[in-house]
């Protein structure tokens, strides 16, 4: 694992939480594999077409995302990034403000960067 390797995975890292921000569905097609999953809070899994069909009609939709904490390993062709974000918006047409915790697996193939697994938790609001 080389700095120039977690300063790349760190920057592809920025740029799907930018790409979230904006709602730029090119991006984020290019961010996330073919074959990708998704591990929710809800416990339920959704495959790449799912994520990008709800990015698409609007009904998932973030008008806040704001790292908290961030985490990067590299380890050959695969990295992994731990963040913590703050996160407002619409899911479903339900107002979300919450704070989540991701887990993201991604892959390296030549100089690409791209999700091949994810998994989000919410982090409980302590008084």
């Known amino acids: 694992m080389t700095d120039h390797e977690i300063v790349a995975l760190g ?5 799907f939480q930018d790409a979230l921000r904006r709602n730029d569905i090119d991006e984020l097609d290019g961010l996330l594999h073919d074959h990708v999953r998704f591990l929710g809070p809800d416990g339920l899994t959704i495959d790449k077409a799912a994520d990008m069909a709800a990015h698409r009609s609007g009904s998932l939709v973030f008008t806040e995302v704001h790292e908290l904490q ?11 990034t731990r963040v913590t974000l ?24 030549g100089a690409a960067w ?8 919410v982090v409980p609001q302590r008084d």
Do not use: M, N
Request: proline share 2%.
């Open 70 to 80: 961030r985490d990067v390993q590299v380890f050959d062709s695969v990295g992994i």
């Open 11 to 15: 920057a592809a890292e920025s740029r």
């Open 114 to 121: 791209t999700i091949v697994a994810a998994h989000g938790s």
């Open 86 to 109: 703050h996160l407002a918006g619409k899911v479903g047409g339900e107002p979300l403000d919450a704070q989540l915790a991701y887990t993201r697996t991604w892959h390296k193939q």
